[in-house]
Structure formats: C-alpha cells, structure tokens
C-alpha cells in the first residue's frame, strides 16, 4: 500500500523560507513522477511543483516560478519543496502526490496516490 506523508510546514513570516518534505512508502519510487498541490481555504486545489522520475525534469506554476524548488532523492524516497520568500497567497495546505508515469503531470487528477497535506502560514 503506497503511503505519502508530508512534513516541514508551519508559521513563518513574509519573505521567510520553509522546506517542505514528503516520505513515500513506495516500492519503486524512482519509477513515479511526484507533485506538490496546495488547497487554501474557500479555493481550489491548485499545482505547485512536479518533478520527473530522474528529477532532471520539473515543472512549476507560474506563481511560484523562481521561489520555490522541487527536489528528489530516490533512495531516501523523499520528495522536497524548498519554498524561499513566501507571501501571504502562498498560505495553504500542501499535500504531495505521485503518479506511475514517465511524464511530469500538472493536474491532480492524473495522480494515483495522495499524501494527507501539511499546513504553511505566511504571516503579512
């Protein structure tokens, strides 16, 4: 049974760094491509980051392009999320999720597994 459990939110001030992680309790991780997804309250889950198997290849939303980082290390089978100079609209719950695939989705419904989120407030 595949298992994602994130880690590394909290309270941070505007302009502050945070770093996000996301164990997997996968058997073959490097065969999955992984994605960060946020859901602030009242809105729409909406994508962060993803990054290919090899972690040669990521994507990232527009609004957070040149701020936040996405990361692998497959034999630790953790998935990061380097978040620098945070704002207030950054505040939300961040889950990961992984999807047996060689390409790098950008929509949730293209992943398989979920893990449960973890909250990141941004303090104005």
């Known amino acids: 049974q595949v298992q994602l459990v994130e880690s590394g939110g909290g309270l941070v001030q505007a302009g502050g760094s945070l770093r996000l992680s996301c164990k997997a309790s996968i058997g073959s991780f490097s065969s999955y491509a992984m994605g960060w997804f946020r859901q602030a309250p009242g809105k729409e889950r909406e994508f962060v980051a993803a990054?290919?198997?090899?972690?040669?290849?990521?994507r990232y939303a527009d609004s957070v392009k040149g701020r936040f980082t996405i990361s692998r290390d497959n034999a630790k089978k953790t998935v990061y999320l380097q978040m620098n100079s945070l704002k207030p609209e950054d505040m939300a719950v961040y889950c990961c999720?992984?999807?047996?695939?060689?390409?790098?989705?950008?929509?949730?419904?293209?992943?398989?597994?979920w893990g449960q989120g973890t909250q990141v407030t941004v303090s104005s």
């Open positions: 990054i290919g198997w090899s972690g040669g290849n990521t």
């Open positions: 999720a992984a999807d047996l695939t060689i390409v790098v989705p950008t929509t949730a419904p293209a992943y398989d597994y």
